[in-house]
């Protein structure tokens, strides 16, 4: 699955906010989302791109935890190949719901099946109170989101409540071959979380959205819509369904 | 909409994950694994300590089964080697098991052969068939003819089905399939240091320069090493450069990636060996190891006649002469080496995309002999002496027969020189051809004859033809490409059915005992073959001692040292995996000086012409005589009378032969291959196919992906929705040469056949040379690998939808099965292919 023939695509939003990198993914150093301050927990995931090695290790974890039916993704891995030969490189993305601080998915959501939870920032959808009206799907800026075909209901990545609050860490962290996924409370200062990313540079994805994502990234390349607007060599492949990437 | 009633029922009211309130463990305290709960129910799920299979790196797994279905398969967090570590491949495992397509009873064929008529028969049919045709084979005393071939048979599998059933039984007519996967690598290692595998020490390492290996994808001990190199890369920013004629992942991953022509790894590391010699880099720890090192045809050879020997004989491998053969520039390797020899403790690391060449023995020895010159050789941080779990298992009971052979498992005369792991792909051939004999029964188990070799078309073709080989009988848990052809499907226990005990290779040289054990019981009639061959051995007049795998396994933790003393089988089921926590890591086993006990025990004698003490007792030797007049070198079996080497005045452990009569050296002059007419010291030798290429024409070379395992686990939905099609890489220079753009539909062309199949066109890949995957384009093995259903029968997956329709295309029908001249690895990276657009 690769996109590499796309056309760059402009982010309308981005354009109407006035924001000068209209790139699907730009970088940014992030800065600490002031409501999360408020909250006693925010779990959060750091993702140390240099440590990953693209192997799907928790792409495959997360759909056996879940069983998650064919063509729908939790959690996914891209690839991004850049470059002239013999320069080229290849930077590896892993991707999962954001569990935002500002989530547009909760804003959008009819009947408050998804929602924020007070407890620890947690984003969930609960499938009793959800109609499927897939506004959720649409509003989500990074994808994150299905209608699940067995429950009829909206449905992402949860954190892996189930197991957080069993005591166990997600599951795609527990197998990460990379040791890449770090996992804890954000607005602890001394969980291992919140020490890494204070003292390393960080980005989130698309920031300009206004959704202050709760995972962040160290070293993340995020350079591909630029590239690919200066007409250099850029495949992206997504591993799931959905070519396309947001 | 009862699927989504149930659901609901169960999860949110039930609480699974209790969407609001709650206590919330703190995030520091988070177990990181060997515990799994229902995302719907909550319910604990019950967690079963395994081994995986998906891979020979054979990774401690804990099975976690939900209401008697296994649901997901986790790392071992006790595992040293894998640290609670998984990959992908192992955790889709889980498709294996629940498999719709799968085989659940034992099927005769009825139609033609490959017609893909079949009938389902009862065990006792399948039996009774099948001891009436080895029995009587064994009966007329030509048990030989009862071919049987593995592709992946290890540990306790292997001792129960080849080491007690086929050697009671009496048949030597054995094939593996070492030479298409890393055979050739093993030679040129048992020939220098006398084991077969090397261990790479990430843990403790500087600098690790890497010829041909995709270890972040694959490798024959995938998580245990993966993990490391990242950690080592990661935490202690260890330096890494890749040779290679692709960007790999883990190419991706090294600081740099360094394209090489195909099948020219040789020339840049015998260059890099000048280089070393010749700015005499080797001083310090390289000429401290010098000694332990055989650069000439004399066994005492001073350091001096050594480093003149060497230098002679690199002189003219300048890297000036490997920048004309390798397109590697000339400062790049000069450089390298430079780091390389000043970085100690340093590794080495090689694999296929180096040696799965007509020159990859030489290759591998070129690369040990890097690491000789910079002592890295058995140290910290360097390259290592496997280590690994040493089980005792019951042995047959009573006298075996002699065993009886065809020579059909060695290739042609004259093919390969020193096949020790043999030439599997020459099989088919052999029996074609016939002037060796041909078997009546041709089983395979664990193995793919069809789509694993190379020359697919003529596979077909041989194993279709009754008239070449009467019976084929084919054992696996899955309707294959293979299974296809086969008179008699026995069903096979997948991994996750079945009793063993492991013993891969630890990556931190401290030996890991583990077991695989049931996490469920296997489904319709489906049995463990080797519990079958109890049965068979029962009705044919040999019992083997034990009636199961499980009693074998069972029999072999009371007898081995150290998993008896901590519990024996009771531990092993309950924890999974044992290692001696008071053990050292093993370094430097070649540097013990020997008592003089040893060397004066009963039938222990000096060879001059060596300078190895051997017992001639343990050898084919008749007589201390016959021994001394023929010599160790000569005399069969020898080196297992291998006692220790003369170097100086002390007698050393040094390196302990395996499968060659070689001396107690690392030997980089080899007398071995000098008496096969070979090149004594480590030569480049040119591929002749390579020399003079049309422009229209690419080098294939084939590589695996970090979420598939070769040709076994596209049947394993997860996997194969995340990989599935193959297009094939072409530099945008060998593209525009050719008239193709990317996505372009093509053909590729070699002696052998014609692919079709697309383009990538991608800078991620030397130009000169097309890169297919080896993992796609098959046309049995289920719907998620073909696209089609097994004719043996199958299940409806209410519900699911295969979303994705392009299944790929698989190289080996173009690749033709040729064998390297001196080991007979199988040359998967030498076919000159012309390639068009269509
Ligand atoms: S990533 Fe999407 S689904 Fe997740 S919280 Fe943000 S907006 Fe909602
Ligand atoms: S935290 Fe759990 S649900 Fe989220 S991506 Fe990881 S495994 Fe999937
Ligand atoms: S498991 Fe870890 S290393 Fe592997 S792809 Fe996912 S984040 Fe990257």
């Known amino acids: ?246 | 909409m009862t699927q989504r009633r149930d659901f609901l029922k169960l999860g949110a009211a039930a609480a699974g994950a209790s969407l609001t309130g709650g206590t919330l463990v703190s995030a520091a305290e988070l177990k990181q694994g060997g515990e799994d709960f229902s995302p719907l129910s909550g319910a604990e799920r019950t967690a079963v300590p395994t081994t995986c299979w998906q891979c020979v790196s054979r990774c401690p797994v804990i099975g976690y089964v939900e209401g008697g279905r296994l649901a997901k398969i986790g790392g071992q967090p006790a595992s040293i080697r894998t640290e609670g570590l998984l990959c992908a491949k192992a955790q889709g495992g889980v498709n294996q098991v629940h498999d719709p397509d799968r085989l659940l009873y034992p099927f005769k064929r009825v139609g033609k052969r490959g017609s893909g008529q079949w009938k389902r028969i009862s065990w006792d049919e399948a039996l009774d068939e099948l001891t009436a045709h080895l029995g009587k084979l064994r009966e007329d005393g030509h048990p030989e003819k009862f071919m049987f071939h593995y592709g992946r048979m290890k540990a306790s599998s292997s001792k129960l089905i080849k080491s007690v059933f086929l050697a009671g039984y009496g048949t030597k007519t054995i094939g593996n399939h070492t030479s298409i996967c890393e055979g050739g690598k093993w030679t040129a290692q048992e020939l220098t240091w006398g084991s077969h595998y090397d261990n790479w020490d990430f843990d403790h390492t500087r600098y690790v320069l890497n010829f041909g290996s995709n270890c972040l994808e694959a490798h024959t001990n995938h998580t245990s090493v993966a993990h490391r190199l990242v950690r080592a890369l990661a935490d202690r920013r260890v330096k890494m450069v890749t040779f290679d004629v692709r960007l790999s992942n883990t190419a991706a991953k090294s600081d740099q990636w360094v394209p090489v022509r195909s099948g020219t790894d040789g020339a840049v590391a015998l260059a890099m060996c000048q280089v070393v010699v010749e700015k005499g880099l080797y001083r310090g720890k390289g000429e401290e190891f010098l000694k332990f090192c055989k650069f000439t045809a004399a066994p005492q050879a001073s350091q001096k006649e050594k480093l003149d020997a060497l230098k002679a004989h690199l002189a003219s491998y300048t890297p000036e002469w490997a920048e004309k053969i390798s397109g590697v520039p000339a400062e790049t390797i000069r450089t390298i080496a430079v780091e390389f020899a000043s970085s100690y403790p340093a590794v080495v690391i090689s694999y296929r995309g180096a040696v799965a060449h007509y020159n990859g023995n030489d290759t591998e020895r070129a690369i040990q002999m890097l690491a000789a010159l910079t002592g890295n050789i058995d140290n910290p941080g360097g390259r290592c002496k496997a280590v690994g779990a040493k089980w005792k298992y019951p042995k047959f009971p009573g006298n075996k027969p002699k065993a009886k052979k065809l020579k059909i498992v060695d290739g042609f005369p004259g093919q390969a020189k020193l096949p020790t792991h043999h030439i599997s792909h020459q099989v088919l051939k052999m029996i074609k051809d016939g002037s060796a004999g041909r078997p009546d029964v041709y089983m395979w188990y664990c193995y793919q004859p069809v789509y694993s070799n190379g020359d697919v078309a003529e596979n077909i073709e041989i194993l279709k033809d009754e008239k070449l080989i009467p019976y084929t009988v084919c054992v696996t848990p899955f309707y294959d490409e293979s299974a296809a052809l086969a008179d008699l499907i026995l069903p096979d226990a997948t991994y996750l059915e079945r009793w063993d005990w492991e013993d891969m290779v630890s990556p931190n040289q401290v030996a890991e005992y583990y077991i695989r054990q049931p996490v469920t019981p296997p489904p319709g009639e489906v049995r463990d073959f080797a519990d079958v061959c109890c049965d068979l051995a029962k009705r044919m007049g040999f019992p083997l001692g034990v009636d199961s795998k499980e009693e074998f396994v069972a029999k072999s933790c009371e007898l081995t040292h150290g998993v008896k003393e901590a519990g024996g089988f009771a531990y092993m089921k309950s924890h999974g995996v044992w290692h001696d926590p008071a053990a050292k890591p093993k370094y430097h086993s070649f540097g013990k000086v020997l008592k003089p006990e040893a060397l004066a025990a009963n039938g222990v004698i000096f060879d001059p012409a060596t300078g190895v003490y051997w017992n001639w007792r343990k050898s084919k030797a008749k007589s201390a005589d016959e021994a001394k007049s023929k010599g160790y070198a000569h005399t069969k079996n020898g080196y297992k009378g291998y006692v220790g080497q003369q170097i100086g005045d002390a007698v050393y452990s040094g390196f302990k032969p395996d499968k060659v009569n070689k001396s107690g050296y690392f030997e980089l002059y080899s007398t071995i291959m000098e008496e096969k007419g070979l090149p004594a010291l480590p030569t480049y030798v040119a591929i002749p196919e390579h020399q003079a290429m049309k422009d229209n024409e690419l080098v294939l070379t084939t590589y695996k992906v970090a979420a598939q395992v070769h040709s076994r686990t596209q049947n394993c939905k997860w996997l194969s929705e995340i990989y599935h099609r193959n297009p094939a890489w072409v530099n945008p220079q060998s593209a525009s040469r050719l008239g193709v753009s990317d996505g372009d539909p093509i053909s590729v062309k070699s002696p052998a056949g014609v692919l079709e199949t697309r383009v990538q066109v991608t800078p991620a890949v030397a130009p000169g040379t097309i890169a297919i995957s080896m993992h796609c384009g098959h046309w049995e093995y289920g719907r998620y690998a073909s696209g089609k259903r097994a004719e043996t029968g199958s299940q409806d997956v209410p519900g699911e939808v295969i979303w994705w329709t392009d299944n790929g295309a698989h190289p080996n029908w173009i690749i033709p099965n040729r064998a390297d001249p001196t080991n007979g690895q199988q040359r998967w990276m030498d076919t000159v292919v012309q390639v068009s657009k269509r």
């Open chain 1, 1 to 246: 699955m690769d996109q590499s023939k796309a056309p760059p695509q402009e982010s309308r939003r981005a354009f109407l906010k006035g924001l000068s990198a209209s790139a699907t993914l730009a970088a940014a150093v992030a800065v600490r989302p002031a409501a999360a301050a408020t909250r006693t927990v925010q779990y959060g995931m750091l993702i140390d791109t240099r440590r990953c090695i693209g192997c799907h290790a928790c792409s495959v974890a997360c759909k056996a935890e879940f069983d998650v039916p064919l063509g729908n993704t939790r959690s996914w891995v891209e690839y991004v190949e850049k470059g002239e030969y013999p320069n080229v490189s290849r930077n590896f993305l892993p991707r999962l719901c954001n569990h935002c601080s500002e989530p547009n998915c909760v804003d959008v959501c009819p009947t408050g099946a998804t929602f924020k939870r007070a407890e620890d920032g947690i984003v969930v959808v609960d499938p009793e109170r959800c109609i499927g009206c897939k506004y959720c799907v649409q509003a989500c800026p990074y994808d994150a989101r299905f209608i699940n075909p067995v429950t009829g209901a909206a449905d992402k990545c949860d954190f892996c409540l189930h197991r957080v609050s069993r005591g166990i860490a997600p599951a795609c962290v527990e197998t990460c071959i990379g040791r890449a996924r770090i996992f804890g409370d954000l607005n602890d200062p001394n969980s291992e979380i919140a020490k890494k990313i204070a003292t390393n540079p960080v980005s989130v994805l698309r920031p300009g959205m206004g959704t202050e994502p709760n995972v962040y990234y160290i070293a993340a390349d995020h350079s591909d819509e630029q590239e690919r607007r200066r007409g250099s060599y850029v495949r992206v492949t997504t591993h799931r369904k959905e070519k396309e990437r947001r």
